[in-house]
């Protein structure tokens, strides 16, 4: 079946540009995971929901960043006013019973 | 939260050569994943092993979670298993979704 997809795989933004990153789950996937990923490390957990409900923000660096889930399945991370240190590959996961899948991730570059 | 060390940070082998990694963690863990990225970014599940043994194909994965170790075996290395290795926990406390991952094993195969 289909894995986790996202989009765009790649966003130049400048600074001070509003971006939105979509990440479309595994069909029936309760939780959804947001991760950043800067260059030559791992991934590090931003926020975490379960179903519509966000659970767990605490990952997230910034009030400019936000996250939702409206209808409990495509997510959407939005990060506001860019800065070159948001400059990382975000990635989506999903999981039902604990394992996590991951999509490919959306490399962000601000100028 | 939990702390996650890989060791080694770098492998280089010739083709056909076995390696183990290994993953030590701070604390107990209700799961444990191992994954390969892969060169293009792409997080590839390899082991969802909170404790015990379990083999796929030329790969193997043992978690001791009562002394905080999890180690991936490689046998017979080819080229394809290039790439970062990382190990990634799940915490025991109630309510704690996410994986806290490593600093990754990077793995060069040498043909």
């Known amino acids: 079946g289909a894995g986790v997809s996202q989009s765009p795989r790649y966003k130049v933004a400048k600074r001070g540009q509003d971006v939105a990153l979509r990440c479309d789950p595994i069909s029936g996937h309760v939780s959804l995971f947001w991760y950043q990923q800067a260059l030559g490390q791992g991934p590090e957990f931003l926020t975490y929901?379960?179903?519509?409900?966000?659970?767990?923000k605490s990952g997230l660096p910034s009030d400019r960043f936000f996250a939702e889930r409206p209808e409990g399945s495509v997510s959407t991370l939005k990060i506001q006013r860019t800065q070159q240190e948001d400059s990382a590959v975000y990635l989506c996961?999903?999981?039902?019973?604990?394992?996590?899948?991951f999509g490919p991730g959306t490399r962000l570059t601000v100028l | 939260g939990i702390q996650v060390e890989q060791s080694p940070p770098d492998l280089i082998l010739q083709e056909g050569a076995n390696s183990t990694l290994r993953c030590n963690f701070s604390d107990s863990v209700n799961n444990l994943q191992w994954f390969h990225q892969n060169p293009w970014g792409q997080l590839i599940n390899l082991f969802y092993i909170p404790s015990g043994t379990k083999q796929n194909g030329r790969l193997s994965a043992t978690t001791v979670a009562t002394e905080r170790y999890s180690l991936l075996y490689i046998s017979s290395s080819q080229t394809t298993d290039s790439g970062v290795y990382f190990c990634?926990?799940?915490?025991?406390?109630?309510?704690?979704?996410?994986?806290?991952f490593g600093t990754g094993t990077r793995l060069t195969i040498i043909p």
């Open positions: 929901f379960q179903n519509e409900a966000q659970l767990d």
């Open positions: 996961a999903s999981s039902t019973y604990n394992e996590q899948f």
């Open positions: 990634a926990p799940l915490g025991s406390n109630f309510g704690n979704e996410k994986l806290t």
